[in-house]
């Protein structure tokens, strides 16, 4: 399981392992994801990609304050 900031889905619990997400898209803009296509993500937990503990650090530094959103979860039969 993972979290995702930014970014709208429908998710079937009960569907087959590879059909339980669909219709992902950003919230900003509300431009749909290609499955084809390939993305830059940040994880907050060790493995490959850029962690997001420090970008997030580095960001509110230079912001000062942030403000978040809960985005949207659509839940299919």
């Not at 912001?63 to 659509?74: E, M």
């Amino acid at each position: 399981m993972m979290r995702a900031a930014g970014l709208s889905f429908a998710i079937a619990p009960g569907a087959p392992e590879g059909a339980r997400i669909s219709d992902l898209a950003l919230l900003a803009g509300g431009r749909a994801l290609d499955p084809a296509e390939e993305i830059t993500v940040a994880l907050l937990q060790a493995g490959d990609g850029t962690a997001l503990e420090p970008a997030l650090v580095r960001y509110i530094t230079r912001r000062g304050q942030v403000t978040a959103t809960p985005a949207p979860v659509v839940v299919k039969g």
